[in-house]
């Protein structure tokens, strides 16, 4: 009993899993335009019946099973999601451009018995005919493409019958394409749609066919029986028809151009222009034309206008003006707003400054004190300005030269050349005797430059050297192959035996 129960359950799962297959191949043999929603339903219906089934009679094989009827479900919704997903319109267009392609690659061919003028006096001619036709279409779509596949068969016979009646010298016709579109995608497989239109019964697209969107926006899908019709407008418009203007915007009419649209009603082409940024809605592009202020404005006081806000002083609704939540930093007004900066480096840290010039400082920083005269500045001895500790005598080193900075000055050591002190940086600002290595510039008051020991043969380097002047100096370089030794004498380089490896 038990070997005749197992053999009936091995039964059940080979019908079972034929069924599954015989299943799979026909829903992907479904046209795309099959309901996805009944073909789902079909599906669950079948496997719902098989899982009652396989249930009842063996709860061992359970887990397996259900695993290999999850996988088919997400395959088949897969497969039915990417046919439908596909834009039938491109998918025909690409079809036809194909098709094109197949024609003109074998207009120059003929009928392939070798004898084509009997061929073509018996079976007609190969331009117009069923062999031609077939070659053609066999590479129209790939094996693979299932909705390219469903629209041509769709207007195969369509197709048929006009490549046998038509005129062979169109088919070199700039147009040719573009009537072949409309021929074989708006008319025979109805999966295109007329410029201006769309969706299944290719309406007009909201705003009118000759201007879809009022020319204000794309139309979705336009052109495809796909397609929603939905229009997105471009910046400032709004509406289902892009007809109206955006808040912040105002419509500005264009009374030269009239055009009548799909319902023969005259209809006025309009812009919308952005507001002035004082206003949040307006008739017109000033501030004169807000019929309501933007935030960080307010009506003028004769209610003409509306004008900034400036938070610093205390125009806001609170009265109060703006504080900075750091003590160096100070408030400054932007139109519809404000922001905090940093006090200028003249300012002191901790006193803080009322605005970014050097007379707004409430005290200065340290190497900075009060001056006068200082040309925009709006009192006397109000302008923080550095301090040049410098010229007011701070001593240096014998050595050392003072070098003034904004808000400090420091000592730094005089050139290598300057042996007596200098009065700045550098060998020209050398004051006194030259170091050693170096002589004083003939005709200047002060200032050391370079002596060239290679030049003027003070060098003592040997024939085996080449000499190289440095500042101050110079060197005396082993000419090749000859190196340097710890005592600076120049000889052989040493050279390693090779090693007999045998």
Known sequence: NKRQGAHRVHDSQIKQRTLSSELIILICRVKPEFPAREAAKFVLLFFLTLFSHWVANCQ?????????????????????????????????????????SALDSTASAGFEGGNTDWEERAL?????????????????????????LTILEKAEDD????????????????????RMIKFVCQESAKVCCKKGHFGKS????????????????????????????KCKCTLGYSGKSCSKCKGGYYKQELPTSQEEDTKSKKKT?????????????????????????AAGYAQSEDGTTCKDINECVGDGESGEPIKCEGANQYCHNLPGSYTCKTCPTVCDRNA??????PWDCVQCAPGYRRVSDVQGAPDADRTCADIDECAEGKQCAANEFCQNSPGYAECVQCHEACQEGCSG?????????????????????QGCQDVDECADGTATCT????????????????????????????????????????
């Open 124 to 148: 007609g001619s190969y331009a117009t005919s069923e062999t031609r036709l077939t070659e053609i279409l066999e590479t129209t779509c790939t094996s693979k493409d299932y909705t390219c």
């Open 463 to 502: 024939d085996e050297q080449r000499c190289i002047n440095t500042v101050g100096g110079f060197d005396c370089e082993c000419l090749a192959p000859l190196i340097k030794d710890e005592n600076g004498s120049c000889i052989a380089r040493e050279e390693t035996p090779v090693k007999d490896e045998l």
């Open 159 to 178: 197709i048929q019958e006009w490549f046998v009646a038509r005129n062979v010298s169109l088919d070199t016709h700039p147009r040719f394409t573009e």
């Open 352 to 357: 803080g400054c009322t605005g970014g010039q």
């Open 425 to 445: 940086k550098g060998m020209k600002q050398c004051v006194g005797e030259c170091s050693s290595g170096f002589v004083a510039l003939e005709g200047e008051a």
């Open 202 to 229: 290719c309406k007009p697209c909201p705003g009118g066919a000759s201007t879809p969107c009022n020319g204000h926006g794309t139309c979705s899908g336009e052109g495809s029986t796909d397609g929603s019709g």
């Open 60 to 100: 061992k094989w359970f887990s397996g099973i259900m695993k290999q009827i999850a996988l088919r479900l997400v395959c088949l919704a897969a497969l039915l999601a990417l046919v439908q997903a596909k834009d039938k319109c491109n998918v025909c267009r690409q079809m036809v451009e194909s098709f094109k």
């Open 269 to 293: 082409q309009f812009t919308c222009n952005a507001c002035n940024p004082a206003c949040a809605t307006c008739t017109g592009g000033t501030n004169a034309d807000c019929e309501k202020c």
